[in-house]
């Protein structure tokens, strides 16, 4: 019996433990936050002429928005560089509002995948952190549509947590499209208005 608790580890040892592992995820967050800085400023060095070539084509500006937002948003936590894309159809197409209204709809869509992702594996991630501290908060219809709309709407390259939870939480679709939309459109809005102001 002693050597039973001789053997199991001090709270001490676990805690040791434990700050690897913290200065771990850190990094990882902090390396893809910088790899998305680094793609977004690569993108801003594509030819002006590339993209303005699509402005002979009419719509096509705008449902490359929506293809580019969509396929961005549709992979799960890989920093793809749609912000700097955005601000150079604004400042091609000359319509800050048109292209943040496409390309948020194509990023809702492609966030969907995340919604979809926690409606079937809801067992999957019910012990992160992340699961329970949004689950205190997700209570209410408005409280849950105004978190997803705060969590959507700045650059958050994490925001498919919120949106696997949400499915795992079985959160109506509604809601979830709704206040990721909203969220959307403020957060293109913003760099669709940057490019075409500054590009």
Same mark, same amino acid.
């Given at each position: 019996?002693?050597?039973?608790? /001789?053997?199991? !580890?001090? #709270?001490?040892?676990?805690?040791?433990?434990?700050? !690897? @592992?913290?200065?771990?995820?850190?990094?990882?967050?902090?390396?893809?936050? +910088?790899? @998305?800085?680094?793609?977004?400023?690569?993108?801003?060095?594509? $030819?002006?002429?590339?993209?303005?070539?699509?402005?002979?084509?009419?719509?096509?500006?705008? &449902?490359?928005?929506?293809?580019?937002?969509?396929?961005?948003?549709?992979?799960?936590?890989?920093?793809?560089?749609?912000?700097?894309?955005?601000?150079?159809?604004?400042?091609?197409?000359?319509? !800050?509002?048109?292209?943040?209204?496409?390309? +948020? @709809? *194509?990023? =809702?869509?492609?966030?969907?995948?995340?919604?979809?992702?926690?409606?079937?594996? /809801? %067992? +999957?991630?019910?012990?992160?952190?992340?699961?329970?501290?949004?689950?205190? %908060?997700? %209570?209410? $219809?408005?409280? =849950?549509?105004?978190? &997803?709309?705060?969590?959507?709407?700045? !650059?958050? $390259?994490?925001?498919?947590?919120?949106?696997?939870?949400?499915?795992?939480? *079985?959160? #109506?679709?509604?809601?979830?499209?709704?206040?990721?939309? @909203?969220?959307?459109?403020? /957060?293109?809005?913003?760099?669709?208005?940057?490019? +075409?102001?500054?590009?």
């Amino acid at each position: 019996m002693t050597r039973m608790i /001789k053997d199991s !580890p001090s #709270p001490a040892d676990v805690a040791a433990g434990a700050r !690897p @592992a913290q200065r771990s995820a850190i990094g990882r967050i902090l390396l893809i936050i +910088a790899l @998305a800085l680094v793609l977004n400023l690569l993108v801003l060095r594509i $030819p002006r002429a590339w993209i303005a070539a699509l402005s002979a084509y009419g719509l096509l500006g705008y &449902l490359a928005a929506f293809v580019i937002t969509a396929m961005a948003n549709a992979s799960v936590v890989v920093p793809v560089p749609y912000p700097a894309l955005i601000a150079q159809l604004a400042s091609v197409l000359g319509n !800050p509002l048109g292209v943040a209204l496409a390309g +948020a @709809a *194509g990023s =809702t869509l492609g966030e969907s995948t995340a919604f979809l992702v926690g409606r079937a594996g /809801k %067992h +999957a991630i019910a012990h992160t952190r992340a699961y329970r501290w949004l689950c205190r %908060h997700l %209570h209410s $219809p408005w409280r =849950t549509w105004l978190l &997803l709309f705060v969590l959507s709407a700045p !650059p958050n $390259p994490f925001f498919d947590v919120a949106g696997i939870t949400a499915g795992s939480l *079985g959160l #109506p679709y509604w809601l979830f499209l709704s206040a990721t939309f @909203a969220g959307r459109v403020v /957060k293109l809005l913003f760099f669709a208005g940057l490019g +075409a102001q500054f590009l």
